[in-house]
């Protein structure tokens, strides 16, 4: 296990040939062993290229009318009721991963995808043991039906033959010559990374702005604001891309909560050789855990670690001090698009609603990303 910054580089940037991306072979079974997570190399450059294509600002400024839909949507469903905050800031981050993958196509599918991934999910964490009646077991067989409805889906898209700017677009590229096994692979990747980590972050900044009303005003001025200055121009109330890069406050609040909450707590890595570094030998086919927590959380770098300050963003952290989405060649390619799917929400959700916490909220669940105690339970009541 490594705590420190310059460690942490070491294995994940300057050294990272020396280090592969290494999960739990249950994990690569239900993903799918050619997903971008598990591949190191050639291989991993040019998926990595194609995801990127994909999800590049100026790619994902064309969803965020998309987005903004349903993220009001999602809100308006939630009115008036007690929520498990965790379970619906998935359904809304699952929506937008399906929008950002399929485009338009996603509205057809949108029930199957979600029927099988949501049997695929419950056995990620489960014993890997494949016979029926297993949670494993369901899972797996719910992974065949989802890659036979992506199957599906590539083979109407190559018969229509029309140019899509969305993540399947991307993959489906003739040139790159990806399989369609490749494809399922990554569609499946991509969804299990997208939609978990980003659900986590939405329910710690939604407990971290109750817990401190003076940023939660600060962030809600930020926001109407961004409307106020649309209803001077009689512009339409309709969020765009350069709304979103006007929320410095709302920006440094998604940081400090990365922060503190630690979704990715750490990373695995394997030696694929011995390697020594500062007298210490790693071991050839040792697992290296760089532990973002404990970077995130140490006294030297953010002083009084535990203290909610988004302020302290106001200053650059230091290099490789500040790693929620991960380092170096691995590092998240979907950070844009998760970070412009949380703006969007906080914009609606500060302007137009009021929530309120229920019950003990000071414990910490994992599962396995860290999560406060019961996913957050809220009340959710709209502004009058």
């Known amino acids: 296990m490594i705590s420190s910054p310059e460690a942490a580089k070491f294995v994940l940037v300057t050294k990272s040939h020396l280090f592969k991306p290494t999960f739990p072979a249950s994990k690569e079974r239900m993903l799918g062993k050619q ?11 040019k998926l990595r290229k194609l995801v990127l294509r994909a999800f590049v600002p100026e790619a994902i400024k064309s969803f965020v009318s998309n ?38 196509d996603e509205v057809k599918y949108r029930e199957d995808l979600k029927r099988c991934y ?49 993540l399947l677009g991307s993959f489906m590229g003739d040139k790159e010559g990806l399989t369609d096994e490749q494809i399922a692979d990554n569609i499946i990747g991509v969804i299990f990374a997208a939609r978990d980590t980003t659900a986590s972050v939405l329910t710690w900044i939604i407990k971290c702005l109750g817990e401190n009303p003076s940023v939660l005003q600060a ?25 979103t890069k006007q929320m410095p406050i709302t920006s440094r609040v998604i940081q400090e909560t990365l922060r503190v909450a630690s979704i990715l707590s750490f ?35 953010f002083p009084d670690p535990e203290k909610f300050d988004p302020s302290r963003f106001e200053v650059v952290p230091k290099p490789n001090t500040f790693m929620p989405f991960g380092n170096g060649t691995h590092s998240c390619p979907g950070n844009e698009l998760a970070k412009l799917e949380i703006m969007v929400l906080l914009h609606h959700l500060t302007t137009k609603y009021r929530w309120s916490m229920v019950g003990t909220n000071s414990g910490i669940q994992y599962g396995p990303f860290a999560l406060p105690q019961n996913g957050l339970p809220i009340r959710l009541i709209r502004k009058s």
């Open 35 to 45: 997903a971008i997570f598990f591949s190191q190399g050639q291989y991993h450059a």
């Open 219 to 243: 962030v809600t001025d930020e926001q109407e604001a961004i409307m106020k200055g649309k209803e001077k121009c009689g512009e339409e109330q309709t969020l765009s891309w350069a709304d």
């Open 267 to 301: 990373t695995f890595r394997e030696a694929v050789a011995d390697v020594e570094y500062e007298g210490y030998l790693i071991p050839k086919g040792w697992k290296v855990l760089p532990l973002f927590r404990n970077i995130h959380h140490s006294p030297e770098i």
């Open 67 to 104: 987005i903004e839909s349903i993220a009001k949507d999602s809100l308006q469903s939630l009115e008036g009721r007690l929520i498990t905050t965790f379970q619906e800031m998935k359904t809304y981050t699952f929506n937008v991963a399906l929008l950002s993958i399929f485009g338009e």
């Open 118 to 166: 949501y049997i695929l999910e419950k056995g990620y964490n489960s014993m890997p043991i494949n016979i029926p009646g297993t949670l494993f077991n369901k899972s797996m067989k719910a992974r065949k039906e989802l890659a036979q409805i992506l199957a599906k889906i590539i083979s109407t898209r190559r018969e229509t033959k029309q140019e899509y700017n969305d």
